[in-house]
């Protein structure tokens, strides 16, 4: 059931990927949000309308608990900082 109320957080190891689904999913570069403390957090909200869109197109639906695992991942294998701007 859609909820307007409801909002994903739209990650990836690659920064590339991440402004490419955002942007099969129309969602603008002005959208992207960058962590103040890791560039592994850098995401853009997904509204729930959107959010089994991006599952079809390839995006992987994990938990607080999994997301917190990969982001500590990628900070140790020192995640490539994302561009100063989104394409």
Do not use: C, F, K
Not at 11 to 36: K, S, T, V
Not at 61 to 75: G, H, Q
């Amino acid at each position: 059931r859609d909820r307007p109320d409801r909002w994903s957080h739209l990650l990836a190891d690659d920064p590339d990927e991440l402004h490419a689904m955002a942007a099969a999913l129309g969602i603008p570069p002005r959208g992207y949000q960058r962590h103040r403390r890791s560039a592994a957090l850098n995401h853009y909200d997904v509204p729930e309308s959107l959010r089994l869109r991006a599952i079809q197109l390839g995006a992987v639906p994990v938990t607080w608990r999994e997301m917190a695992r990969l982001t500590r991942e990628w900070r140790r294998a020192g995640a490539r900082p994302a561009r100063p701007d989104p394409p």
